[in-house]
């Protein structure tokens, strides 16, 4: 940001016209990265409504983590 100010300021003709900035966006958010409580969370009200089973494949589609695993947390989540 440093260099474009210098660059628009150095020249007298470089604020005439139009200019584009363009800025780079964050990745997106891989497996590693998801919430593990937000699975939890949606883990335990899954669980309250539909069988262990059905629960952990919706959390498994939609957050990417490994089904296995969140089998056996949807598991000790109906225990509580």
């Known amino acids: 940001a440093q260099s474009v100010r210098e660059s628009l300021e150095a020249d007298p003709n470089g604020a005439r016209g139009e200019f584009v900035v363009m800025v780079h966006?964050?990745?997106p958010a891989g497996p590693q990265e998801a919430g593990v409580l937000d699975a939890d969370r949606l883990l335990?009200?899954?669980?309250?409504?539909?069988?262990?089973?059905?629960a952990a494949r919706i959390v498994a589609d939609v957050s990417g983590l490994s089904?296995?695993?969140?089998?056996?947390r949807a598991l000790a989540?109906?225990?509580q």
Not at 44 to 54: D, N, R
Not at 67 to 72: A, I, M, P, T
């Open 77 to 79: 989540l109906k225990d």
């Open 25 to 27: 966006g964050a990745p």
């Open 67 to 72: 089904k296995n695993e969140l089998y056996q």
């Open 44 to 54: 335990s009200l899954l669980v309250a409504e539909l069988p262990v089973k059905k």
